[in-house]
């Protein structure tokens, strides 16, 4: 019998649905999400960094848990962009600066943003 699959990680943070999301090629610990509520939402996973190339199988869920707990890096929304009159349904990491993201959206707006200095020297340092 097949077992159903577990999230390795949920995040909540959007008001409505969700239309993207995109790793950063260069810091996978990085996540852009885009939204219905109009937002572009930043994500800041150590927690899946670390469970890199582990087999789901072979991971204990207390051991998890507890480790995850003990950890000084939280997993979460570090920053939330909301600079669209309308649903975001459009996201791409720059491939030349790791740091910098596109956004856009149905009113016909592109943004280009930068990941939060904060954050960036979090992962850098």
């Known amino acids: 019998m097949l077992s159903r699959p577990e999230a390795l990680l949920e995040l909540s943070g959007h008001r409505h649905w969700v239309w993207n999301c995109c790793y950063n090629p260069l810091h996978d610990q990085l996540l852009l999400s ?27 869920q207390s051991k998890q848990s507890s480790q995850l707990l003990a950890r000084q890096d939280t997993d979460g929304k570090v920053h939330s962009y909301d600079e669209h009159d309308d649903s975001v349904y459009g996201l791409a990491w720059s491939t030349v600066d790791p740091w910098v993201f596109a956004s856009m959206s149905y009113d016909g707006r592109l943004l280009v943003n930068k990941v939060p200095k904060n954050v960036k020297y979090k992962i850098l340092i």
């Not at 509520?37 to 204990?60: M, R, S």
Request: hydrophobic share 35%.
């Open 34 to 60: 885009s939204s219905t509520d109009t937002t572009v939402c930043v994500w800041y996973t150590p927690a899946l960094t670390k469970l890199k190339g582990v087999d789901a199988k072979q991971i204990d």
